[in-house]
């Protein structure tokens, strides 16, 4: 299947004070389930899968997942089997409150639940033999669906009409998709990748896919790391979807344009950068957050 996205560019006072444009590629719009850089991701390892004869695709996740919900409904889509092996034992007993992993075993994955130590060895060779006796012959999508064919998908995020913007922006999880934009962002262009975790280990993780030397990434926008989420960070993502009736994610696009504007305002950007952030989907995974906020007391997020 061949997609088009669209190119939205947003208005905020804020962005005509400092000078800046602001252009938002809607990825999301790819697909409600299969969107953005999943649709990217699964894309070339679909086509390898069947060409290889698998039944069955086996891939890891946490409980808020963009991938485990699109890979799920990938393999409904493509006749394949689809097996998810899920960070925490303690989720085991009450996955059915989670709303990411109940629109995956409504498209027919099955999960296995381990804990964050076993879930560690997703990359040893002697776990992943137990999973095959376990489940059979797989075609393997690592967490993310982060692996050279996903590079290859992620490098079509950008079309030669993106060729006129200085700075081309994404949230950063596992470091496929902000790779892929590397190395397909012009000789002019800087990649800015925004983490939704905590930690360092992601420079190291993008170099094994990055050709080019264009990126950098902005850490200090990830609200206390995967899947956490702040008051300020809700009140941010309701007033941008009120002003430009964009929708975006509490686990990757909400950080990122919060950090956007963040450096706007901080005049990070100077006068006449052209702007584009890529919207990478996901926007399942709010259900699953109000929920959370809902039991703390804390403002939902607003659809």
């Given at each position: 299947?061949?997609?088009?996205?669209?190119?939205?560019?947003?208005?905020?006072?804020?962005?005509?004070?400092?000078?800046?444009?602001?252009?938002?590629?809607?990825?999301?719009?790819?697909?409600?389930?299969?969107?953005?850089?999943?649709?990217?991701?699964?894309?070339?390892?679909?086509?390898?899968?069947?060409?290889?004869?698998?039944?069955?695709?086996?891939?890891?996740?946490g409980?808020?997942?963009?991938?485990?919900?699109a890979?799920?409904?990938?393999g409904?889509?493509?006749?394949?089997k689809?097996?998810?092996?899920?960070?925490?034992?303690?989720?085991?007993?009450?996955?059915?409150?989670?709303?990411?992993?109940?629109?995956?075993?409504?498209?027919?994955?099955?999960?296995?639940?381990?804990s964050?130590d076993?879930?560690?060895?997703?990359?040893?060779?002697?776990?992943?033999?137990?999973?095959?006796?376990?489940?059979?012959?797989?075609?393997?999508?690592?967490?993310?669906?982060?692996?050279?064919?996903?590079?290859?998908?992620?490098?079509?995020?950008?079309?030669?009409?993106?060729?006129?913007?200085?700075?081309?922006?994404?949230a950063?999880?596992?470091?496929?998709?902000?790779?892929?934009?590397?190395?397909?962002?012009?000789?002019?262009?800087?990649?800015?990748?925004?983490?939704?975790?905590?930690?360092?280990?992601?420079?190291?993780?993008?170099?094994?896919?990055?050709?080019?030397?264009?990126?950098?990434?902005?850490?200090?926008?990830?609200?206390?790391?995967?899947?956490?989420?702040?008051?300020?960070?809700?009140?941010?993502?309701?007033?941008?979807?009120k002003?430009?009736?964009?929708?975006?994610?509490?686990?990757?696009?909400?950080?990122?344009?919060?950090?956007?504007?963040?450096?706007?305002?901080?005049?990070?950007?100077?006068?006449?950068?052209?702007?584009?952030?890529?919207?990478?989907g996901?926007?399942?995974?709010?259900?699953?957050?109000?929920?959370?906020?809902?039991?703390?007391k804390?403002?939902?997020?607003?659809?």
């Amino acid at each position: 299947m061949r997609v088009t996205t669209v190119n939205q560019e947003v208005h905020l006072p804020i962005l005509a004070q400092k000078g800046v444009s602001l252009v938002i590629k809607r990825e999301d719009r790819i697909h409600p389930l299969i969107s953005g850089n999943k649709y990217r991701k699964l894309k070339y390892n679909l086509e390898e899968a069947k060409a290889e004869g698998f039944g069955t695709l086996l891939t890891f996740g946490g409980a808020f997942s963009n991938h485990i919900a699109a890979t799920a409904y990938a393999g409904k889509i493509h006749n394949l089997k689809t097996v998810g092996i899920i960070r925490g034992e303690e989720i085991a007993q009450k996955w059915q409150e989670n709303s990411t992993l109940k629109l995956a075993q409504s498209h027919g994955m099955k999960f296995k639940f381990v804990s964050r130590d076993l879930y560690r060895q997703k990359e040893i060779p002697n776990f992943l033999e137990e999973l095959k006796n376990e489940f059979g012959d797989f075609y393997l999508l690592p967490e993310g669906g982060t692996n050279p064919l996903a590079i290859k998908g992620c490098q079509e995020i950008l079309t030669p009409a993106d060729a006129d913007f200085d700075v081309i922006c994404c949230a950063v999880g596992t470091g496929g998709t902000i790779a892929g934009i590397s190395n397909a962002a012009s000789s002019s262009q800087k990649v800015l990748g925004f983490p939704a975790l905590k930690g360092d280990f992601l420079q190291e993780d993008i170099c094994k896919f990055a050709a080019r030397n264009n990126w950098e990434l902005q850490s200090d926008y990830h609200f206390g790391g995967y899947a956490k989420v702040t008051g300020e960070l809700v009140d941010f993502m309701n007033t941008f979807l009120k002003k430009t009736k964009i929708q975006l994610d509490p686990i990757y696009t909400g950080k990122l344009l919060f950090g956007i504007m963040d450096l706007v305002q901080k005049d990070y950007f100077s006068p006449k950068t052209n702007i584009l952030a890529i919207h990478t989907g996901g926007l399942q995974g709010i259900e699953g957050v109000n929920r959370i906020l809902q039991k703390k007391k804390l403002p939902l997020i607003n659809v």
